[in-house]
């Protein structure tokens, strides 16, 4: 006997045998128990989601002498004649070969004609969509008013190819993509009937692999199985061409450090082991989508498909980079996937992967916001890990950058008002007392906000009227302390009252000095910009 794929071997019979669309398969039972059957039916999702098989199942169910609960029996003689395509009654059409409108000219004579042995004729027509328009036409009339011993069902990856008035004479059903978990499990139990091992991790990446169709993990699970009954992630990943986890988790570390020659040298292994640029591309996008994943969805279950082993080296991996650059990637990464398939594979791949690799080479907009936060960072004499890209915001001219809040006159705690005379501060002029010991708040600071601790370096602090003055020429600071997101003035506020005992507002420091614009680095930057074409 020859062998027989294992997706078909296992494709199921009946509604219930259908894995992962109850929400569908439940109302398909309920009708034909009741009997209310319809005569036009949509089946639309992706491929391999169960859209034909349950099509062949309907076929049966309405046509089977003995159903039970909904089901097909899958005993009676029309069941057997349906399973075995001898039943004349049930007719198949693949519309992207019978497309013209004389195809279907031809399909309205013939279902004029009573069913030759079972109760309705079953028109299956597979990929609906790709119908020329006078076949749509041709098929309009017939689909709204059917003899009523025929049932049309179609099916269709791409429903939105459908004219809607196709669309409005069909009860439509939408499958949805399988749930790995499910596909997995499905998986084992297949295995376990062919008498082969496979291993956890190897069902869930197969299950990856697949994207939600069934037909296709049940594909690569035949194809690993030529490989020996015992079946574990390094066999899947050789079938599939796939590079693996341990070098998705190499390649993003080479990204993350600037390690341009690793990168070509990892591509130039895969490529030698003949592992698909295209494909390889796609995993790396599919794995800094699940950094992007680790750094944003907070809890214990989140929306990525791997091992328990996979998904802590995930967890300490992606606090390496930050949720901007993480994007700034994705992006670089998916315009290369749109230009892979007329290219040079490997060169493009190449690259990529230098661009990822060396910053300056980026001119997306979030690299570039990124390399101007360095800039200023450079430029104002900071470290440039005090500057996080998450954590940057437009910066304000020096006309509005000003930091005022409620209530200046009065602490927000009421208290004893700290003096000229008090031991953390010093007398100055206008009735201004300097925080002598403001290089202690700085300190707090560093562990509850390296980034303002950095900004504030070289600052100095004076309280006067219950406000606490901050005197620091770094224009970054007053672009921080005016954002949005309060956490930089509480976190100063939270430090001045560790150390001072008391909480106070801020404001600026506007004693006069012989300070101006010109001193400032970075509007001297802004001026020299100004004699270039930029």
């Given at each position: 006997m020859a062998y027989q794929a294992l997706y078909r071997k296992y494709r199921p019979k009946t509604f219930s045998d259908v894995c992962g669309q109850e929400h569908i398969t439940k109302i398909l039972e309920s009708e034909i128990e009741s009997g209310k059957i319809g005569h036009a039916y949509l089946f639309t999702g992706t491929r391999g989601t169960g859209k034909t098989t349950c099509a062949k199942i309907l076929s049966r169910a309405v046509n089977c002498?003995?159903?039970a609960g909904g089901n097909p029996c899958g005993e009676c003689a029309m069941c057997r004649m349906i399973l075995s395509d001898e039943a004349t009654d049930v007719v198949e059409i693949d519309a992207a070969s019978n497309n013209g409108v004389d195809n279907i000219r031809e399909l309205r004579e013939q279902v004029v004609f009573s069913p030759a042995v079972a109760k309705y004729r079953v028109y299956i027509i597979d990929e609906v969509h790709m119908l020329s328009s006078g076949a749509f036409n041709a098929l309009l009339k017939t689909l709204e008013e059917p003899p009523e011993h025929v049932v049309f069902i179609l099916a269709t990856t791409e429903v939105h190819k459908l004219p809607a008035t196709i669309l409005s004479r069909c009860q439509r059903f939408d499958f949805r993509r399988i749930d790995s978990e499910v596909i997995a499990n499905r998986l084992k139990h297949v295995a376990k009937q062919e008498n082969l091992t496979l291993t956890d991790d190897a069902a869930t990446l197969i299950a990856a692999a697949a994207d939600g169709g069934m037909r296709d993990a049940l594909s690569i699970l035949d194809l690993c199985a030529g490989t020996g009954d015992k079946i574990d992630e390094s066999a899947v990943a050789s079938v599939c061409s796939m590079a693996g986890n341990d070098y998705l988790l190499d390649m993003a570390d080479y990204i993350n450090s600037g390690n341009a020659d690793g990168a070509l040298t990892l591509v130039d292994s895969l490529h030698n082991s003949s592992v698909d640029m295209t494909r390889f591309l796609g995993e790396l996008t599919s794995h800094f989508r699940n950094l992007m994943i680790m750094r944003t969805v907070s809890g214990k279950q989140k929306p990525i498909v791997c091992s328990k082993k996979h998904l802590a080296?995930?967890?300490?991996q992606a606090a390496k980079f930050q949720l901007p650059e993480l994007i700034a990637i994705l992006n670089i990464l998916q315009n290369s996937a749109a230009?892979?398939?007329?290219?040079?594979?490997r060169a493009l791949m190449e690259m990529t992967l230098l661009r990822l690799c060396t910053p300056k080479l980026r001119n997306d907009p979030a690299s570039l916001e990124m390399r101007i936060a360095a800039l200023e960072a450079d430029i104002a004499g900071?470290?440039?890990?005090?500057?996080?890209p998450e954590q940057q915001k437009p910066?304000?001219?020096?006309?509005?950058?000003?930091?005022?809040?409620?209530?200046?006159?009065?602490?927000?705690?009421?208290g004893q008002v700290v003096t000229a005379e008090s031991d953390n501060s010093n007398p100055v002029d206008d009735g201004e007392a300097k925080v002598t010991n403001w290089q202690d708040i700085i300190e707090?600071?560093?562990?509850?906000?390296?980034?303002?601790a950095g900004v504030l370096e070289g600052s100095a602090a004076y309280i006067k009227g219950g406000r606490l003055l901050?005197?620091?020429?770094?224009t970054q600071f007053k672009t921080l302390v005016n954002g949005a997101n309060p956490m930089y003035r509480e976190?100063?506020?939270?430090?001045?009252?560790?150390?001072?005992?008391?909480?106070?507002?801020?404001?600026?420091?506007?004693?006069?000095?012989?300070?101006?614009?010109?001193?400032?680095?970075?509007?001297?930057?802004?001026?020299?910009?100004?004699?270039?074409?930029?």
């Amino acid at each position: 006997m020859a062998y027989q794929a294992l997706y078909r071997k296992y494709r199921p019979k009946t509604f219930s045998d259908v894995c992962g669309q109850e929400h569908i398969t439940k109302i398909l039972e309920s009708e034909i128990e009741s009997g209310k059957i319809g005569h036009a039916y949509l089946f639309t999702g992706t491929r391999g989601t169960g859209k034909t098989t349950c099509a062949k199942i309907l076929s049966r169910a309405v046509n089977c002498e003995n159903p039970a609960g909904g089901n097909p029996c899958g005993e009676c003689a029309m069941c057997r004649m349906i399973l075995s395509d001898e039943a004349t009654d049930v007719v198949e059409i693949d519309a992207a070969s019978n497309n013209g409108v004389d195809n279907i000219r031809e399909l309205r004579e013939q279902v004029v004609f009573s069913p030759a042995v079972a109760k309705y004729r079953v028109y299956i027509i597979d990929e609906v969509h790709m119908l020329s328009s006078g076949a749509f036409n041709a098929l309009l009339k017939t689909l709204e008013e059917p003899p009523e011993h025929v049932v049309f069902i179609l099916a269709t990856t791409e429903v939105h190819k459908l004219p809607a008035t196709i669309l409005s004479r069909c009860q439509r059903f939408d499958f949805r993509r399988i749930d790995s978990e499910v596909i997995a499990n499905r998986l084992k139990h297949v295995a376990k009937q062919e008498n082969l091992t496979l291993t956890d991790d190897a069902a869930t990446l197969i299950a990856a692999a697949a994207d939600g169709g069934m037909r296709d993990a049940l594909s690569i699970l035949d194809l690993c199985a030529g490989t020996g009954d015992k079946i574990d992630e390094s066999a899947v990943a050789s079938v599939c061409s796939m590079a693996g986890n341990d070098y998705l988790l190499d390649m993003a570390d080479y990204i993350n450090s600037g390690n341009a020659d690793g990168a070509l040298t990892l591509v130039d292994s895969l490529h030698n082991s003949s592992v698909d640029m295209t494909r390889f591309l796609g995993e790396l996008t599919s794995h800094f989508r699940n950094l992007m994943i680790m750094r944003t969805v907070s809890g214990k279950q989140k929306p990525i498909v791997c091992s328990k082993k996979h998904l802590a080296a995930l967890e300490e991996q992606a606090a390496k980079f930050q949720l901007p650059e993480l994007i700034a990637i994705l992006n670089i990464l998916q315009n290369s996937a749109a230009l892979m398939p007329e290219a040079n594979r490997r060169a493009l791949m190449e690259m990529t992967l230098l661009r990822l690799c060396t910053p300056k080479l980026r001119n997306d907009p979030a690299s570039l916001e990124m390399r101007i936060a360095a800039l200023e960072a450079d430029i104002a004499g900071l470290p440039r890990a005090a500057l996080k890209p998450e954590q940057q915001k437009p910066a304000a001219t020096p006309e509005t950058a000003v930091y005022t809040e409620p209530n200046p006159e009065k602490p927000e705690q009421t208290g004893q008002v700290v003096t000229a005379e008090s031991d953390n501060s010093n007398p100055v002029d206008d009735g201004e007392a300097k925080v002598t010991n403001w290089q202690d708040i700085i300190e707090v600071l560093k562990i509850k906000s390296p980034l303002i601790a950095g900004v504030l370096e070289g600052s100095a602090a004076y309280i006067k009227g219950g406000r606490l003055l901050i005197d620091t020429q770094n224009t970054q600071f007053k672009t921080l302390v005016n954002g949005a997101n309060p956490m930089y003035r509480e976190a100063i506020k939270n430090a001045a009252f560790e150390v001072l005992g008391k909480r106070y507002n801020l404001g600026p420091y506007n004693k006069k000095s012989d300070r101006s614009a010109a001193s400032d680095p970075l509007s001297a930057f802004a001026e020299k910009l100004k004699s270039f074409e930029v």
